[in-house]
């Protein structure tokens, strides 16, 4: 089991950046994919990036070219550094871990921060 801990989010105008983060504890030498959610009010939940254990990542087509994930193993945090924001981007923002692979049900079955807003001007 573990838990996570976002932070970073704030209120930004259009075209700034965020870097928000995602501490994990608990079971952090297990391996888990993880993954960072948004969700504006009124509109579905939806998945920015999975992140795989060994690396791989999978970016929503919304998202590509302007944000970009990374972990440090060493502070088990992960990382989402967001560029070009819009205010379609304004969103509360969750980290989520699953264990093992990255699977269709990682809302489901994974593990949720509390979230940090993003707000973006126009």
């Known amino acids: 089991q573990v838990q996570l801990a976002e932070s970073g989010g704030g209120s930004v105008q259009a075209g700034g950046s965020l870097r928000l983060s995602c501490v994990m504890s608990?079971?952090?030498?297990?391996?888990?994919?993880m993954g960072w959610f948004r969700q504006a009010p009124g509109k579905e939940r939806e998945e920015v990036v999975e992140?795989?254990?060994?690396?791989?990542?999978t970016y929503a087509d919304a998202v590509k070219g302007r944000f970009a994930v990374s972990k440090d193993n060493s502070k088990n945090t992960l990382y989402l550094q967001m560029n070009s924001l819009n205010p379609e981007d304004s969103a509360m923002y969750y980290c989520?871990?699953?264990?093992?692979?990255?699977?269709?049900?990682?809302?489901?079955?994974?593990?949720w921060g509390q979230g940090t807003q993003v707000t973006v001007s126009s």
């Open positions: 992140f795989a254990a060994d690396g791989r990542t």
């Open positions: 989520v871990a699953e264990f093992g692979i990255c699977t269709s049900r990682i809302e489901e079955d994974g593990y």
């Open positions: 608990g079971d952090t030498d297990s391996p888990y994919c």
